[in-house]
């Protein structure tokens, strides 16, 4: 909804700047690491927590914090109103199989061992690349030169 609403932004290259968040956030991720809900997860294992709802609760909140509203709001907001319900639909789609493919993928102890060693390296690119994919459908890189020139 927040990014349908910023669709009437008029300028889209002012608009394309929200790719900045994208980049900043895989530029975070390949610097600090990401470590979202680790702290909950730990401490929730180490006091031997047996409320596995709340913890899992816990863990999904964590993780579902800022990040995912700086990269999916520069995206929608890219798109008109038939777009938008495509996109989110082909969204719930996705991550059904998604969740249900890596699961799957991840009881494979040599796949599971390489995707959690270099998840960090996964996630920075796909920010990086949404966050100029953005930048450059918007044509927000030449009013960025423009501006700074």
């Known amino acids: 909804l927040f990014a349908f609403i910023l669709n009437y932004i008029p300028s889209k290259e002012i608009l394309g700047l929200l790719g900045l968040i994208p980049i900043f956030l895989g530029l975070k991720v390949l610097l600090l690491g990401d470590s979202d809900g680790d702290a909950i997860v730990k401490d929730g294992l180490r006091k031997d ?17 800022a990040d995912n509203i700086g990269v999916f709001v520069p995206y929608f907001t890219t798109l008109n109103l038939a777009n938008l319900i495509v996109a989110l639909f082909t969204f719930l789609v996705m991550i059904y199989l998604l969740v249900f493919s890596a699961q799957k993928l991840a009881q494979v102890p040599s ?6 060693k270099y998840s960090r390296w996964f996630i920075a690119v796909v920010y990086l690349g949404l966050g100029i994919y953005i930048l450059i459908e918007n044509n927000s890189f030449n009013m960025l030169w423009t501006v700074l020139s």
């Not at 927590?49 to 914090?65: D, P």
């Not at 796949?111 to 959690?116: D, F, N, P, V, Y």
Request: negative net charge; aromatic residues 8%.
């Open 111 to 116: 796949i599971g061992e390489t995707l959690e």
């Open 49 to 65: 927590n047996k409320n596995l709802i709340f913890l899992v609760a816990m863990i999904t909140f964590a993780s579902c914090g």
